[in-house]
């Protein structure tokens, strides 16, 4: 049973730092992309920063390229995004998903984390 759970989201304010962990188990995840998504309110989820998680080849969605950084630790299998710079259009839920092989900038990963918001006030 695959389990991905985040952490870390808060209240900052804008201009301010956060750092999100998804913790990940229930099996090797040597071939699988990870990704971090995000939701704000009366909108869909987005894109926004994906690693493979044998290779560390990283992925990010324009909007966040420069202030984001997306890593994880193979041996603690967890998955992170650092977030710097925040400015108040970040705030939303985010989320942590897992999918096999392909990187993909779509929500058609296998495997959802429950989220957790993260709040940037101006």
């Known amino acids: 049973q695959v389990q991905l759970v985040e952490s870390g989201g808060g209240l900052v304010q804008a201009g301010g730092s956060l750092r999100l962990s998804c913790a990940a188990s229930g099996r090797t995840f040597s071939n699988y992309v990870m990704g971090w998504f995000r939701q704000a309110p009366g909108k869909e989820r987005e894109f926004v920063a994906a690693i493979t998680w044998r290779s560390g080849y990283t992925y990010y969605a324009d909007s966040v390229k420069g202030r984001f950084t997306i890593s994880r630790d193979n041996a603690e299998n967890t998955l992170y995004l650092q977030m710097n710079s925040l400015k108040p259009e970040d705030t939303a839920v985010y989320y942590c998903?897992?999918?096999?092989?392909?990187?993909?900038?779509?929500?058609?990963?296998?495997?959802w984390g429950q989220g957790t918001q993260v709040t940037v006030s101006s």
């Open positions: 998903a897992a999918t096999f092989g392909v990187v993909l900038r779509t929500t058609d990963y296998t495997y």
